[in-house]
């Protein structure tokens, strides 16, 4: 069973950068999708980014690419978002997903296809 907790969330600046870390505990297949998703105020679930455990290409939000880069620290358990230049739209609460029964070869875009979620990191980008 997988286990997610973010943390690294915070009131920063437009421009400035944050890392947010995503401890990620069980068993991983090759198969699985890992990525992140985030909810802005009032607005739905929104793929942020995501890419296969196996490796290979990630894929991003248009308005993050660039700026958000999705890694993987293999020796301490741990999925990372480092977030740079941000902007007052990407204020949002960021969650930390895992799809286990995923079977594309690219990560969907869909919140209904991951079927595990950490608890959430807010983010808030403000002058």
């Known amino acids: 069973q997988v286990r997610l907790v973010e943390s690294g969330g915070g009131l920063v600046q437009p421009g400035d950068s944050l890392r947010l870390s995503c401890d990620a505990s069980g068993s991983f297949l090759s198969t699985y999708t890992f990525g992140w998703f985030r909810q802005r105020p009032g607005r739905g679930r929104e793929f942020v980014t995501g890419i296969k455990w196996s490796g290979g290409r990630a894929y991003y939000l248009p308005s993050v690419k660039g700026r958000f880069a999705i890694s993987r620290d293999n020796s301490k358990g741990l999925i990372l978002l480092q977030m740079n230049n941000l902007l007052p739209e990407d204020t949002a609460v960021y969650f930390c997903?895992?799809?286990?029964?995923?079977?594309?070869?690219?990560?969907?875009?869909?919140?209904?296809?991951?079927?595990?979620w950490g608890q959430g990191t807010r983010v808030t980008v403000s002058s």
């Open positions: 997903v895992v799809a286990t029964t995923s079977t594309e070869a690219e990560p969907s875009v869909h919140p209904e296809d991951y079927d595990c």
